[in-house]
């Protein structure tokens, strides 16, 4: 369990900050009227959406951190025997970076507002984006018919089971690059368009991250890297 | 009156209103409907439909147990499957909803000011998937082979086993399938609870100057955030093991002499997965109900919160530390012993900030101007089940002392008086303190002082003594408690008396759902703020409040929450809304 | 007044209950009268809090209730008396949780002289294997077991040959002697739990878990599994008999080893 508790202790950190800037410690029956004082403090300056997306985003990646945390439990048993990595994944991981790129170039667009360019951007991620996903499902029907099959063993099963997540939540995001891309041809108010594009850029790096992590897990290489912390420490 | 005017203060800025959506049609207004008070309504109306099956297969299950032999129907796996739906149903689909969907909704944005929830949509989404998972649970009762009863907690592997009600059936599918259902939905819904209190509040509604309500909701619903998904991610494996026969929980088993297909699982596993949600569920149940009594005892003694700092400072300590308490559930799980060290040492340290919060409450109550109403003796009668279900936290929580315990009836009678009649009855308090501003109407007294000594007290006699067939080693779980050494004759005779006490209870909720109905039409009149209160909700200019809550403009916060009672003052309370000073004589030493 | 006299009575009525009533642990049979100890220092601590903290809520509802011209005192926090009842709960809480780490120490770490008595668990019966004369015993493999070998030693195993099985029957234990309990399942989750030995531990498929106890009487106990494990769960009861060293070993001769189980002319004449 000690993934979700780091990634738990980060999220505490971040409320932590924020809360220490809530000013807790004042006494609040001594500060009568004086509303102007306490507008910096009402309301962050962000967008609302992002602050809804920023949380939302908070609770995927405890999601995916348990996952970890249950994938770190199991593989500390004796009998664990790990799969292959296809080597297809690296192709896929290359399309999911310029799935990311295209939608950051879309963001950069909405802000100057090209809608060309914002509409070339979005296209491209989605795109990609569902390159990706046919990547995916390549990948594992390599792996089926190799014989590596969901159910033979515990560390097959998490195989599927993180890839599928990881792909659901892609899945997701392109219902919303679909609404996005709606706006960005039937000519939607730049303000709203740009924040639009701007969440979806937000998700979209985000879930690079989760798949960058996946990979990093599945492929081993998450415990190397552990274990030498570990050397380190001790 | 002192000035405080911070070096780098910022001018104040014109707070944009949020853009609200209007309904158009019948349908949008009330089924439909995006207004957190009418989803609200929805989702309390749900959660307590859903609550009375719950309550229907309590009594089902002490019938059985109060009288073994007496009731055929009620086989060994009809009485596995009640228990487990009435775990199940109380714990997330009745209570959680009910705190954070029913009372959530409607109070956060009227007690921050806020016209709705900042992501209305989403918000109507919330209720309908919650609504979707209610259904798919109930349908488990007509599936083929019934609900589960695996228990609410769901162990694996017998969850998924022959042995077991509904595991090699429909039930298990469903009762997973709902799970996650009530998951996403929940999650949609603790968005919006999240970010409206971070966003949506008023000018000059600052966090310190919220009622602990909202503390305890909005702490609540962080922690729901972040710990639903370990539940999540625990049925989604399971869900994988019964359909697809993966093997994430289960090892190589026999059963019934036959070697099953499963290997190399870990059933521990499922427990920490389970325990990491289940531990901070406790608390989710708890905060909206420590925040919504502190605030019947302030109204209703006229009095400010005592310590309203250390309140919120215990409220987001309690939080944090309900994540690194969840294996003191699992003690005799066989996980390491050695962990045993450390879980029960951060169990015990979650008692002082709770005692903190205790003291603090009758605290309030000392030279206060206390009135006895409805709302107040709830607010009473849950200190004094919420001291005694804690206190045996600490029976439970030091590791060793649960040895002999844990699995027992004492088990059953702790966690229902601290998180079940506790919460429930804060519930019921808030219903009657809050009913006036949603329905416009008081609840019948005499029908709510009925209700109230036989709740209370009830409840009470139900669970003090069952405590002691715990400690003489009555284990849970079980159908009949025929045929053990441990249960004398005298023993038997308690659990009749604890089974008829739990009809008479349940008798006087059926009597509150009456009130409940008839008083909409035929209650007293209560005006607009009928409790004298000082948040925000009841300073609004319709009651019930109509859409957008607060008319043209948002009320501006000119104070904290507990302005009662101020020396100099006209009234013994001043509204959040209302400007000037009253400046106490001196800061208090 | 009502409310004040209730919440006194509600106090008065559970320290009497606890008291009077005849609902009580079952005596001791093992040595860990140190957990029953722990107990009553927290029925104690507890108990006190309980009742200070209701008798203090009654006295306020009588003391200040709402009289007509009565005005609540302004006092929003006082930090010395805080930091005071703070303190206090922390060295309550201290008091609690030193003894019982102490005792929970004692209750994980085995004694070196203790036997092994290994207890399997499945739906809905408990069995049981003793070492041999070699004191150890064989391992054992989920994989393994079938008809013949009902708890999956491992045949390959000379250490297992000599153990003695004890298929679904009663376990017999000398008096005095420590026993470490190795706790093992065929199916499901259950749970090895004799109410006079106060110890208990989950059985999980899949590995070995224990406790360790030393039989201080005499006397036959009821073996209660729990850990919920399947609706069969209420009846898998079981017998510990604790014997005198004279009659242990008179039971212990008239047990089968696994090799004579196994050996198919001897097939049937078990018990």
């Known amino acids: 369990m000690s993934v979700i508790l780091v990634f738990l202790l980060v999220i505490a950190g971040i409320a932590g900050w924020w809360l220490s800037h809530q000013r807790l410690m004042t006494k609040p029956w001594l500060e009568q009227g004086m509303i102007g004082d306490f507008v910096a403090l009402d309301r962050s300056a962000l967008p609302t959406a992002k602050i809804g997306l920023g949380v939302f985003l908070a609770v995927v990646g405890c999601l995916f951190a348990l996952f970890t945390s249950a994938y770190f439990m199991r593989m500390a048993l004796s009998d664990w025997r790990p799969l292959p990595i296809p080597s297809l994944l690296w192709l896929n991981t290359g399309v999911l970076v310029l799935s990311s790129i295209a939608i950051q170039c879309a963001s950069l667009a909405a802000r100057k507002g090209q809608v060309d360019m914002v509409r070339l951007g979005l ?63 039937n000519g939607a108010q730049p303000q709203r368009l740009r924040l639009s594009v701007e969440l979806c850029a937000m998700y979209w790096h985000f879930l690079l991250f989760v798949w960058l992590a996946i990979f990093a897990l599945l492929a081993g290489w998450a415990s190397t890297l552990i274990d030498i912390c570990r050397g380190l420490l001790t | 009156m002192v000035d405080i005017t911070p070096a780098d203060a910022v001018p104040p800025a014109e707070v944009a209103e949020m853009e609200l959506y209007h309904p158009h049609s019948w349908w949008t207004k009330y089924v439909f409907s995006q207004d957190a008070k009418v989803i609200a309504i929805q989702y309390s109306a749900t959660a307590t439909a859903i609550g009375m099956v719950a309550l229907v297969l ?221 531990h901070p569920e406790v608390y989710i149940v708890a905060l909206p109900a420590f925040g919504i009594v502190s605030d019947l005892i302030s109204t209703h003694a006229r009095k400010n919160i005592f310590g309203y700092r250390m309140m919120v400072w215990a409220i987001v300590g309690i939080g944090a530390l309900s994540f690194v308490v969840w294996a003191h559930h699992m003690y005799v799980s066989g996980m390491h012993p050695y962990f045993g060290f450390f879980f029960a040492t951060t169990t015990l340290i979650i008692a002082v900030p709770t005692a903190i919060k205790v003291y603090n409450w009758v605290l309030t109550l000392w030279r206060g101007d206390i009135h006895l109403t409805i709302p107040m003796l709830f607010a009473l009668a849950f200190i004094v089940t919420f001291v005694n279900g804690g206190l045996t936290g600490l029976f439970l929580g030091n590791v060793v002392v649960d040895v002999p315990l844990s699995d027992t009836m004492f088990v059953v009678a702790h966690f229902h008086m601290v998180m079940g009649v506790a919460p429930i009855i804060v519930i019921f308090g808030a219903i009657y303190h809050w009913y006036p501003k949603v329905t416009g109407r008081m609840l019948n007294e005499t029908l709510g002082r009925f209700h109230f000594w036989v709740t209370f007290l009830g409840a009470y006699l139900i669970f003090f003594p069952m405590h002691y067939l715990g400690l003489m080693g009555v284990p849970r779980r079980y159908n009949e408690l025929t045929d053990m050494t441990v249960m004398t ?60 809550n607060f008319g043209k403009d948002l009320p501006i916060v000119y104070r904290w929450a507990y302005d009662y009672s101020v020396p100099g003052a006209k009234e013994d309370f001043i509204p959040q809304n209302i400007p000037g000073s009253f400046a106490p004589s001196r800061e208090p030493a | 007044m009502a409310v004040a006299l209730v919440l006194v009575l509600i106090v008065v009525g559970s320290v009497l209950f606890h008291f009077l009533s005849p609902w009580w642990w079952t005596p001791i049979a093992s040595n860990w009268d140190y957990i029953d100890n722990t107990i009553i220092i927290t029925f104690w601590i507890t108990g006190v809090v309980f009742a200070a903290v209701v008798l203090f809520m009654a006295y306020c509802v009588f003391r200040f209730r709402h009289r007509e011209g009565n005005q609540a005192a302004y006092e929003p926090e006082n930090r010395r008396l805080e930091s005071w009842l703070t303190v206090v709960t922390a060295v309550g809480v201290t008091a609690l949780l030193v003894p019982g780490l102490f005792v929970w120490s004692r209750f994980v770490n085995v004694p070196g002289d203790a036997t092994e008595v290994e207890v399997v668990g499945q739906q809905w019966q ?146």
């Open chain 1, 123 to 185: 296209a491209t991620a989605g795109l990609t984006a569902l390159v990706f996903l046919i990547g995916q499902l390549v990948a594992w029907r390599e792996l089926s018919a190799d014989g590596y099959f969901l159910a033979s063993n515990p560390a097959n099963s998490f195989f599927y089971l993180l890839t599928g997540m990881h792909g659901l939540h892609i899945l997701g995001g392109l219902v919303g690059l679909g609404r996005t891309s709606v706006g960005a041809w």
């Open chain 2, 58 to 278: 309590s009594w089902l299950m002490r019938l059985q147990l109060g009288f073994p032999g007496t009731f055929d129907f009620i086989t060994p796996e009809a009485y596995y499957q009640f228990i487990t739906m009435h775990g199940m149903i109380m714990v997330i689909y009745l209570l959680t909803a009910l705190f954070l969907g029913g009372f959530g909704n409607y109070l956060i944005p009227l007690m921050v000011g806020a016209r709705d929830m900042v992501f209305p949509y989403v918000n109507m989404l919330s209720y309908w998937i919650y609504l979707l998972a209610v259904l798919v649970l109930v349908s488990s009762f007509f599936a083929p082979g019934g609900p589960t009863g695996a228990g609410w907690t769901l162990y694996p592997p017998q969850a998924i086993m022959t042995g077991t009600p509904g595991g090699q059936d429909w039930g298990i599918i469903l009762m997973l399938v709902s799970l996650i259902l009530f998951i996403v939905g929940f999650t949609m819904g603790g968005l919006n609870y999240v970010v409206t209190v971070l966003q949506g509040r008023t000018r000059g509604m600052t966090l310190m100057r919220l009622p602990l309500t909202v503390w305890g909701i909005f702490t609540a619903t962080v922690m729901a955030l972040l710990a639903f998904p370990a539940l999540f991610v625990a049925c989604v494996m399971m869900l994988l093991d019964r359909a697809l026969g993966t093997s994430f929980f289960m090892p190589a088993i026999v059963e019934m002499g036959e070697q099953l297909q499963h290997g190399g699982g870990s059933p521990i596993l499922f427990q920490h997965l389970f325990w990491f949600f289940g």
């Open chain 2, 489 to 548: 004759e005298s023993a038997h005779h308690l659990n009749s008396f604890i089974s008829i006490m739990a009809f008479i209870v349940g008798f006087a909720q059926i009597v509150f759902l009456f009130n409940l109905i008839w008083s909409i039409r035929h209650g007293r009149e209560a005006g607009g703020n009928p409790w004298r209160a000082t948040t925000l909700e009841w300073q609004t200019p319709e009651t019930p409040p109509a859409h957008g």
């Open chain 3, 126 to 271: 408990w069995s049981f294997r003793l070492p041999g004369k070699d004191g150890k015993l064989g391992t054992s493999d989920t994989r393994d077991v079938n008809a013949e070998n009902p708890l999956g030693v491992i045949a390959t195993d000379a250490n297992g040959q000599d153990d003695v099985v004890v298929e679904a029957a009663d376990l017999h234990l000398p008096v005095g002697k420590p026993v470490k309990m190795l706790l093992r399942s065929i199916d499901v989750l259950h749970d090895f739990y004799v109410p006079e030995f106060r110890a208990k531990m989950d059985m999980i498929p899949g590995s070995v878990t224990y406790f360790w106890f030393t039989p201080t009487k005499t006397g036959t106990f009821q073996v209660l599994c729990a850990e919920l494990c399947g609706q069969g769960h209420p009846m898998m009861h079981g017998v510990v008999m604790v014997d005198t060293q004279e009659d242990y070993l008179a039971w212990l001769g008239q047990q089968q080893t696994f090799a004579q189980l196994s050996a198919p002319q001897q097939m049937g004449s078990a018990e």
